[in-house]
T-cell receptor, first 113, second 119 residues
Framework: AQKVTQAQTEISVVEKEDVTLDCVYE???????LFWYKQPPSGELVFLIR??????QNEISGRYSWNFQKSTSSFNFTITASQVVDSAVYFC??????????FGTGTRLQVFP | GAVVSQHPSRVICKSGTSVKIECRSL??????MFWYRQFPKQSLMLMAT?????????EQGVEKDKFLINHASLTLSTLTVTSAHPEDSSFYIC???????????????FGPGTRLTVT
């Protein structure tokens, strides 16, 4: 069975701090996709990244970076120099390629000025 | 591109009434749409997969007679919560997958959500 675990329920940081959101997944599939979404207070899901299981290269996009490690089944997300606008709930999700997304329970990030 | 809208954004209804939520893909055709439910401070749970021109596929534990889904066109899917009760109060989010024709399987676009409150 597929499962996504985000052990951190809530994280609070002060602006400019770096923060890492953890994501651990379980799947028996050899081909799968991992995602991160941001859900601000407005509720709309904002797509951040997708990664397929054959691409373990880490990715950096501005202040965001992602560390994919198949050996530990983790796909962690780091925000450097956090800002108040980063405050949101962040979801990690897994798909076996059949369109179904299995979401983690989310991590609520609060960035204080 | 790839904008998905939902209407209404918020709805309050009385217990026992039915509520219809629309999900539209505004600038692309979607053969498949998905309906999720999110309780406060919880994750998104897939309720059903809606395919244009055919019956929806419901996830285990979701009552198909209570949550009626219709995908009448390539740009519109509707979710009707029948005989709503307070426990149906939730945040309902739809997503749409681009029609085939070079589309990659993981291109799924989310709507802004509809907050349903049943009193």
């Amino acid at each position: 069975a597929q499962k996504v675990t985000q052990a951190q329920t809530e994280i609070s940081v002060v602006e400019k701090e770096d923060v890492t959101l953890d994501c651990v997944y379980e799947t028996r599939d050899t081909t799968y996709y991992l995602f991160w979404y941001k859900q601000p207070p407005s509720g709309e899901l904002v797509f951040l990244i997708r990664r397929n299981s054959f691409d373990e290269q880490n990715e950096i996009s501005g202040r965001y970076s992602w560390n994919f490690q198949k050996s530990t089944s983790s796909f962690n997300f780091t925000i450097t120099a956090s800002q108040v606008v980063d405050s949101a709930v962040y979801f990690c999700a897994l798909s076996d390629g059949t369109d179904k997304l299995i979401f983690g329970t989310g991590t609520r990030l609060q960035v204080f000025p | 591109g790839a904008v998905v809208s939902q209407h209404p954004s918020r709805v309050i209804c009385k217990s026992g009434t039915s509520v219809k939520i629309e999900c539209r893909s505004l600038d692309f055709q979607a053969t498949t749409m998905f309906w999720y439910r999110q309780f406060p401070k919880q994750s998104l749970m897939l309720m059903a997969t809606s395919n244009e021109g055919s019956k929806a596929t419901y996830e285990q534990g979701v009552e198909k007679d209570k949550f009626l889904i219709n995908h009448a066109s390539l740009t519109l899917s509707t979710l009707t919560v029948t005989s709503a009760h307070p426990e149906d109060s939730s945040f309902y989010i739809c997503s749409a997958r681009r029609a085939s024709g070079g589309a990659r399987i993981y291109e799924q676009y989310f709507g802004p959500g509809t907050r349903l409150t049943v009193t």
